[in-house]
């Protein structure tokens, strides 16, 4: 196995890498026709424009929608098969590290650590793959096609969108890194459950270990929940305070003549195709950090036959810094 995260996605999925960077592409570069179409409509109903342009306009605005959409349908089923053919890829390849020879102490804790691999920690490190490099080529292609569209509209309304998004590069991270944390804890933990499992034979627990361990994993979890759903409390607390910088410029602008309102409706539409990818951008760095930690396990799992308790590999450590 490679030492790498991406090392493992490159090599489990190959060239279908590019075909998801292209249709990401396609995606983004038609990201902001809807905006300015939305424009023209507005400013040709206010306007007192032909009925005619704004049956075109709509007209046009359906043909982009379901050829987006439809892109979007193709690309997220073929990124769904390329994390399907990673998690079938890294099963196989825990079975073929099953260690040879050992103590049957050593091989019943190395089989409860294959054991937690190949039914739950392959799936989430496995699906990442299909995802790993178009996801954050689309949203962060998105982002700056909408923000340079907004720009050549009204620079000074831009700064305000492009404010509100400046403090949650600071905070998320740091937030993340306290998920992270938690995340190997949790991992190593079930895996010392597994390795009792099977040490036994079957699910007791004679002498309260398990129970504290099981009582121990849903602190964790609680903890984990805590940050998670706080960062999000704190990422739609800034997008509405984006929203009434919106309605505040906007409005004074058209009040006072220097834009028109189909701008201030543009805006409005470009912040939420901002916060939309913005929070997939968020979600895809949460999953590739919480998915180094968790391949930087599984790889010392499959080098050494088996995981100390609580122990992390060194590229765990090392991603969070």
């Given at each position: 196995?490679?030492?790498?995260?991406?090392?493992?996605v490159?090599?489990?999925?190959?060239?279908?890498?590019?075909v998801?960077?292209i249709?990401?592409?396609?995606?983004?570069?038609?990201?902001?026709?809807?905006?300015?179409?939305?424009?023209?409509?507005?400013?040709?109903?206010?306007?007192?424009?032909?009925?005619?342009?704004?049956?075109?306009?709509?007209?046009?605005?359906?043909?982009?929608?379901?050829?987006?959409?439809?892109?979007?349908?193709?690309l997220?089923?073929?990124?769904?098969?390329?994390?399907e053919?990673?998690v079938?890829?890294?099963r196989?390849?825990?079975f073929?590290a099953?260690?040879?020879?050992?103590?049957?102490?050593?091989?019943?804790?190395?089989?409860?650590?294959?054991?937690?691999?190949?039914?739950?920690?392959?799936e989430p490190?496995?699906?990442?793959?299909?995802?790993?490099?178009?996801?954050?080529?689309?949203?962060?292609?998105?982002?700056?096609?909408?923000?340079?569209?907004?720009?050549y509209?009204?620079?000074?309304?831009?700064?305000?969108?492009i404010?509100?998004?400046?403090?949650?590069?600071?905070?998320?991270?740091?937030?993340?890194a306290a998920?992270?944390?938690r995340?190997?804890?949790?991992?190593?933990?079930?895996?010392?459950v597994?390795?009792?499992?099977?040490?036994?034979?079957?699910?007791?627990?004679?002498?309260?270990?398990?129970?504290?361990?099981?009582?121990?994993?849903?602190?964790?979890?609680?903890?984990?929940?805590?940050?998670?759903?706080?960062?999000?409390?704190?990422?739609?607390?800034?997008?509405?305070?984006?929203?009434?910088?919106?309605?505040?410029?906007?409005?004074y602008?058209?009040?006072?003549?220097?834009?028109?309102?189909?701008?201030?409706?543009?805006?409005?539409?470009?912040?939420?195709?901002?916060?939309?990818?913005?929070?997939?951008?968020?979600?895809?760095?949460?999953d590739?950090?919480?998915?180094?930690?968790?391949?930087?396990?599984?790889?010392?799992?499959?080098?050494?036959?088996?995981?100390?308790?609580?122990?992390?590999?060194?590229?765990?450590h090392?991603?969070?810094?």
């Amino acid at each position: 196995m490679p030492r790498k995260l991406y090392g493992f996605v490159f090599r489990s999925s190959g060239w279908h890498q590019l075909v998801t960077a292209i249709l990401s592409v396609m995606l983004f570069t038609a990201g902001t026709i809807p905006l300015e179409i939305q424009r023209r409509i507005v400013n040709a109903a206010t306007e007192n424009g032909s009925y005619r342009t704004i049956a075109f306009l709509v007209l046009l605005y359906i043909l982009l929608a379901l050829t987006e959409g439809t892109v979007k349908l193709v690309l997220k089923i073929y990124s769904s098969w390329i994390g399907e053919a990673a998690v079938r890829r890294l099963r196989l390849q825990m079975f073929q590290a099953a260690p040879a020879s050992g103590t049957s102490s050593s091989m019943m804790a190395s089989e409860g650590v294959q054991l937690s691999i190949i039914l739950a920690e392959a799936e989430p490190v496995g699906g990442f793959v299909g995802t790993s490099i178009s996801e954050p080529l689309l949203q962060i292609g998105i982002l700056t096609a909408v923000c340079s569209y907004l720009v050549y509209l009204q620079p000074m309304m831009t700064i305000i969108v492009i404010t509100i998004f400046l403090p949650q590069s600071g905070f998320v991270p740091i937030m993340q890194a306290a998920i992270n944390r938690r995340v190997g804890k949790k991992i190593s933990i079930m895996r010392n459950v597994s390795e009792d499992i099977v040490e036994m034979g079957r699910a007791i627990d004679t002498n309260g270990l398990q129970a504290s361990r099981i009582g121990d994993v849903f602190r964790i979890n609680m903890s984990i929940y805590k940050i998670k759903f706080t960062m999000n409390f704190m990422m739609n607390m800034m997008t509405q305070i984006g929203y009434a910088g919106i309605f505040a410029t906007g409005g004074y602008l058209v009040v006072t003549g220097k834009t028109e309102i189909g701008t201030v409706v543009a805006f409005i539409s470009g912040l939420s195709k901002i916060n939309d990818p913005w929070g997939d951008l968020v979600n895809w760095y949460r999953d590739l950090r919480v998915t180094q930690v968790k391949y930087g396990l599984i790889y010392n799992s499959a080098q050494i036959g088996t995981v100390s308790a609580g122990e992390l590999p060194l590229e765990a450590h090392s991603s969070k810094t």
